[in-house]
DNA sequence: TATGAATGAGACTTCATTCAT
DNA sequence: TATGAATGAAGTCTCATTCAT
């Protein structure tokens, strides 16, 4: 699917530019250079695919959400049942903050990129997809939930996507402030994600 | 309180930090010579007071976010009741999130400001420090709701504070998604929120 | 030769160097400004050839040493006599003198370039190089001198050099104190260092 | 005697950047704020003395080598016997490179302080008197050896100053050279000198 | 198409000098 | 007279971008 919409190189320089933030580069403290070396190809070759290094970076960060909640997707459906589908995001956030992953931090914060947003046209547009396949997971995870009777089916859409928001961001703060939460165990931080959010929704 | 912490000097540079980020500068895009410029000093003076941009910037950071929550806390405690306290704290969340305070975001997203962090040695203690005010708060209105017989008392205290932390960064998200709420008001929003709270807390 | 060993910017960057010193600007006030103007290049290329100003500067000095010993043997070597080959070593060292050039000043002096020696790894090694092709100079008169029976055999090694030396810095040092020696002719002053170095070797 | 030239306070100073060369820094590396500290003072006092900081150097320089010349004068005719007056020559010598004194290097070198030269309206004035001085000193040395009939009377006085000063100079330049004559003790460097200055004056 | 040497704008930082106290 | 806080000009160095190959 990516092969249809980017070119080969394209995909070479977003990896690199990945690989780069999931060493713990700060997007802003990228240069290109860097993205060449990692990229293994020259520097002027970033410019033939990309207007500026902003855009190449700021692209690099919508291919990587996009991949990433393309793979949160295909392993959440493989679950079965609505708390393992809802652990295994806890998972994925947990694998996601350990390796340092800039794009997906976005997903979970208010701020973020704001310099890199300007330099994509189509930025809105982009993130409203984001936004409409991370609900599709929502959705289908609630879907799951109904069938179980595990959470109600009153509820209205806003508030249903934000209690899973927030039970998700709730858990992720905890590798944040781990420093002081230290006699709390991750399995314990997602057990409480996990009880807020049936609290909320049933 | 700060009069005795930092010189006069040492806040007017914090000031025109803060300013900057006011006004949607990204930290890693500020330039000394624009510190200089809205703190009203010349560029040298600033390297009189820190050793480098880098810890200047971080140490305004920390001192915004000591300084925010130290207004929230007088803010809300002079609210009365449990529902108004917590709605003030999601006015104070709207406030910023509206006019753009960076230091604030450091609260309420998982990653952030690594490359400041180096430069501040009391980082930790800092950060510690700000988490223990932050959870002052969250006593204070948890205690008020607790009299108030809305929530529960047997909750373990990890549960509680990161209740009140998923609410509020639930609610927080509707500001980087506005442009795909845009049935939903800032009070749904609020009211969505509360919900959620007191329905996790009960 | 020296194609070998250094390539054609890094030689066009020192001759930019030399350039400058040779116009009387003393190593320690040479902006790199000047250099790429001089050597008509970027300043960002002298940073692709060296890491640091000083570390250009203090190998164009070698450099230039280097160079000016060599040229200084082939015109010693091609006069004939003793006596053609000191005069020779002194209109060289007149030319120089006359010309600013600093590098050789290096030579004639106690003190100097303390500042750039730590730039240079190999600083000594370069160095002991120089003393040691400066000596082949040395020997190569002092072997024609005692063809000629000009100078005695006897003497040790060391004490021999140093009588080359004295007598080449004697008149060197006529040039730094010209406005006192007005009533003395260059000539005069060739004519009492080669007096002074036939009695000390005869 | 200098109480009556200099004021007290630009002899502190004086004694500051003096102070400083010894330590190693080259004058052109040196700070304001170093000679205040050094000296004791405000930064600010040394602009009620000097109109410059090059002006301040280049004064101090002349001021250092006035009171090595005045020193040394007074110790070489404590000495009896022209052998004994030149080996404490040597030995002043010695010392100064020894500890690293800068002023001292420029009476033995050829190139030296070129900018801070402009900064001294009286220099040509100040150095000749120097080289008086130095002068007395050689013709105190001189008459000393023509009374113990170790050197002859007849030579014209320009080449006798240089003989003196060639000897000087091809000693002191065994402690640039150093490391390149390690078998060579300072003791035999001296000697070498000495039979060099018998040599060119018997 | 791909490269990387070269460029130079512009960033950070230093430090000589000033001036209010 | 003496100070040192403040300044900003000017320096070093980095790095995004270009362009000849």
């Known amino acids: 699917m990516d092969n249809i919409l980017y070119s080969e190189k394209k995909i070479a320089i977003f990896n690199g530019i990945i690989a780069l933030m999931r060493k713990g580069v700060?997007?802003?403290s990228i240069k290109v250079s860097d993205i060449a070396k990692e990229a293994d190809i020259g520097k002027g070759t970033v410019y033939d695919?990309?207007?500026?290094?902003?855009e190449a970076i700021s692209q690099a960060i919508l291919f990587n959400i996009r991949e990433e909640i393309e793979e949160a997707y295909y392993r959440i459906k493989a679950k079965n049942g609505f708390k393992e589908k809802y652990y295994e995001l806890l998972h994925i956030i947990a694998e996601r903050m350990?390796?340092?992953?800039?794009p997906f931090k976005v997903l979970l914060s208010a701020g973020g990129i704001q310099k890199?947003?300007?330099y994509i046209s189509e930025y809105k547009y982009d993130m409203c997809q984001h936004v409409s396949r991370i609900n599709?997971?929502?959705?289908?995870?609630?879907?799951?939930g109904v069938e179980e009777k595990i959470i109600g089916e009153e509820e209205d859409s806003y508030y249903r996507y934000m209690a899973i928001a927030s039970a998700v961001m709730g858990f992720s703060q905890y590798f944040g402030q781990r420093t002081f939460n230290q006699n709390i165990s991750i399995e314990e931080a997602a057990e409480a994600s996990y009880k807020l959010l049936i609290k909320a929704l049933n």
């Open 136 to 144: 599709i997971i929502y959705d289908h995870m609630l879907e799951t």
């Open 49 to 54: 695919y990309f207007a500026s290094k902003e």
């Open 98 to 102: 350990e390796s340092n992953i800039f």
């Open 26 to 28: 700060n997007p802003y």
């Open 116 to 118: 890199f947003y300007e």
